[in-house]
């Protein structure tokens, strides 16, 4: 794809475990060529079916440790004992491509690329309908403990008290209009 003169916009989306930003950014994904996913590190180890390079970077404490000092994250995080961040290298890759990276990152890393981008960012906070449907989808996935969702339910809440620091707020009480929505607001964001 060649470089367009729109290029250099970032779209980053943030949401509570649970609330749907995954489902709706692999939509976004699917639907626009010119959105790529903009690849993150972690420390923690791939789970199955994982690759390094294409679900993350796996990192080393020690490699993770010489990226900050090196300042290549756009930021970075500690999510329960792992560290996960975002590569300025992945985003200019991206963006010298000619394509909108799309950002999948906790609330804390979102305000920081807000910060460093300006308005050539467009931040979308994903919404549960209500403390009690987000618990249980968590329960529904099957793969959380009683414990950890606890701690994303705690997180959670932290995280709805910065929703109103994000360009805009989708509440996806259903999958489609939380998805029509969003198009609402990227397509003229990235045809701009």
Same mark, same amino acid.
């Given at each position: 794809m060649s470089k367009t003169s729109k290029s250099g916009k970032v779209i980053v989306?943030?949401?509570p475990s649970g609330a749907g930003k995954t489902t709706l950014a692999k939509r976004l994904l699917e639907e626009y060529p010119s959105i790529r996913f903009s690849i993150s590190a972690t420390t923690r180890p791939p789970r199955k079916d994982e690759v390094d390079g294409e679900d993350y970077y796996f990192l080393t404490d020690q490699e993770f440790d010489r990226k900050i000092e090196n300042h290549d994250f756009l930021e970075w995080e500690r999510y329960s004992s792992y560290r996960?961040?975002?590569?300025?290298?992945?985003?200019?890759?991206?963006v010298e491509s000619g394509y909108f990276p799309l950002l999948?990152?906790? @609330? &804390?890393?979102? %305000?920081n690329v807000q910060k460093i981008y300006g308005s050539a960012a467009v931040s979308i906070f994903i919404e549960p309908p209500s403390m009690e449907v987000l618990q249980e989808r968590l329960q529904k996935r099957g793969s959380e403990t009683t414990d950890s969702v606890e701690k994303r339910m705690e997180r959670a809440e932290m995280e709805m008290q910065y929703a109103h620091h994000f360009d805009h707020t989708v @509440? &996806?009480?259903? %999958?489609?209009?939380?998805y029509v929505q969003i198009q609402a607001i990227v397509e003229p964001f990235i045809n701009k």
């Amino acid at each position: 794809m060649s470089k367009t003169s729109k290029s250099g916009k970032v779209i980053v989306i943030v949401a509570p475990s649970g609330a749907g930003k995954t489902t709706l950014a692999k939509r976004l994904l699917e639907e626009y060529p010119s959105i790529r996913f903009s690849i993150s590190a972690t420390t923690r180890p791939p789970r199955k079916d994982e690759v390094d390079g294409e679900d993350y970077y796996f990192l080393t404490d020690q490699e993770f440790d010489r990226k900050i000092e090196n300042h290549d994250f756009l930021e970075w995080e500690r999510y329960s004992s792992y560290r996960y961040g975002t590569l300025r290298s992945e985003v200019d890759k991206l963006v010298e491509s000619g394509y909108f990276p799309l950002l999948d990152i906790e @609330v &804390n890393g979102a %305000l920081n690329v807000q910060k460093i981008y300006g308005s050539a960012a467009v931040s979308i906070f994903i919404e549960p309908p209500s403390m009690e449907v987000l618990q249980e989808r968590l329960q529904k996935r099957g793969s959380e403990t009683t414990d950890s969702v606890e701690k994303r339910m705690e997180r959670a809440e932290m995280e709805m008290q910065y929703a109103h620091h994000f360009d805009h707020t989708v @509440v &996806n009480d259903d %999958l489609d209009t939380a998805y029509v929505q969003i198009q609402a607001i990227v397509e003229p964001f990235i045809n701009k």
